[in-house]
Structures are given as structure tokens and as C-alpha cells.
Nanobody, 123 residues
Framework: QVQLVESGGGLVQAGGSLRLSCAASGRTFSNYVMGWFRQAPGKEREFVAG????????SYADSVKARFTISRDNAKNTAYLQMNSLKPEDAAVYYC????????????????WGQGTQVTVSS
């Protein structure tokens, strides 16, 4: 299995930027489709973005398109989520997830999850 550890969360003003990182260990990172999900208080966890094994394909939730960018560096076993133009409604705990059979379009098949990192956006 793969272990995932997120970092990079914090407090930012509306309109600001943050970059989340997800460090993977345990298995061959490049075998895993990676994704980012988030969960705000009182809400269900929702898909934010996904990226294929090579990084050649990406998928985004409509609410973050054109503001967030998912990427990966297989040499560093790390996935990233660059978040720009942050809004108060982006505040949530952000989770990194991975799965060999995950599908970035159906948002299913993510078998491994990190512990989450808090993103707070002040208005």
C-alpha cells in the first residue's frame, strides 16, 4: 500500500494562494492515480481534482476550474494542488488520495487517503 501525507495548508485571505503537497511512500508512486478531495464542516467530502499516472490527464470540479491546478512529480513521489484566487467557500480540510484503479472522471477508486490538511480562507 501507499502512505500519503499532506502539507501546505493554513490561513489565507480571500484572493490569496496556497500550494498543497502530498508526499507518498511505500509503493511505486507512478502507478497511482492521484486526487484531491475536500470536506467542509457539515458537508460531504467532495472531489476537487484528479491526475493520471503520467500527469497527462487532469480533471477538476467545476467550482475550482481555472483557479486550482493539480500536478505531480513522480521523481519526488509528490502530488501538488496549487490553489489561486481562494474564496471563503474553499475553506475545508483537504485530503490527498490515491488508487491504482482510480478514475479521475468518475472520481472513484481512490483506495488510500492522507490525514488531511486544513485550509482556512478569511474574507
Amino acid at each position: 500500500q501507499v502512505q500519503l501525507v499532506e502539507s501546505g495548508g493554513g490561513l489565507v485571505q480571500a484572493g490569496g494562494s496556497l500550494r498543497l503537497s502530498c508526499a507518498a511512500s511505500g509503493r511505486t508512486f507512478s502507478n497511482y492515480v492521484m486526487g484531491w478531495f475536500r470536506q467542509a464542516p457539515g458537508k460531504e467530502r467532495e472531489f476537487v481534482a484528479g491526475i493520471s499516472w503520467t500527469g497527462g490527464s487532469t480533471s477538476y470540479a467545476d467550482s475550482v476550474k481555472a483557479r486550482f491546478t493539480i500536478s505531480r512529480d513522480n521523481a519526488k513521489n509528490t502530488a501538488y494542488l496549487q490553489m489561486n484566487s481562494l474564496k471563503p467557500e474553499d475553506a475545508a480540510v483537504y485530503y490527498c488520495a490515491g488508487g491504482i484503479g482510480a478514475n479521475i472522471y468518475t472520481k472513484r477508486g481512490y483506495d488510500y487517503w492522507g490525514q488531511g490538511t486544513q485550509v482556512t480562507v478569511s474574507s
